[in-house]
């Protein structure tokens, strides 16, 4: 286990056989930069959530993994085959991922909000409204009106 303080980078875009990070406390985000860039968060990771990048191990990874407060976290080289035998916490990532594409595809962003609620309770309160408007994939104006909206 390591200790990693706010704001330290555990993983760059372009890293070559990148890690898996188990959190024990503390909280993580993946992002990516764009081209003008702007941060797009991926994943949050608060305590018992695990994190990484998709690409396999020898290719370079696309995501940047940070700490949002200070962490201790379990390092893990990526292995297929632990990950095929914890499949319930694999396949309760995948859902996450695969319930967060479809709504950012279709639903309004009150939706995407409540979802992003629902999903991480624990961390609502911890991550500033702008990182939580570049995970829902609006502008921090927009989630303000559209949480004002909500409490009328």
């Known amino acids: ?4 303080r706010k704001g330290e980078l555990l993983q760059r875009k372009g890293d070559l056989n990148s890690k898996v ?3 024990k406390s503390g909280l993580l985000r993946s992002y990516a930069i764009d081209e003008k860039g702007k941060e797009h968060i991926f994943m949050f990771a608060p305590e ?3 994190i990484g990048d998709a ?10 993994i940070d700490a949002l407060e200070d962490s201790e976290v379990i390092v893990m ?4 085959s632990r990950e095929s035998a914890n499949v319930g916490a694999f396949i309760k990532r995948l859902l996450v ?3 967060r594409v479809i709504m950012l595809m279709s639903a309004p962003a009150i939706d995407r909000y409540e979802h992003f609620e629902s999903t991480y309770p624990e961390i ?3 991550v500033s409204q702008k990182m939580i408007a570049s995970y829902l994939g609006v502008t921090p104006e927009a989630l303000s ?3 004002g909206n909500r409490q009328r």
Do not use: A, S
């Open 1 to 4: 286990m390591i200790k990693v």
């Open 21 to 23: 990070y188990h959190v």
């Open 48 to 50: 018992n959530w695990t």
């Open 97 to 99: 991922l695969q319930q």
């Open 55 to 64: 690409q396999p191990k020898e290719k370079p990874c696309d995501l940047f």
């Open 124 to 126: 609502v309160q911890r």
């Open 77 to 80: 080289v990526k292995d297929v």
């Open 145 to 147: 009106k559209v949480k």
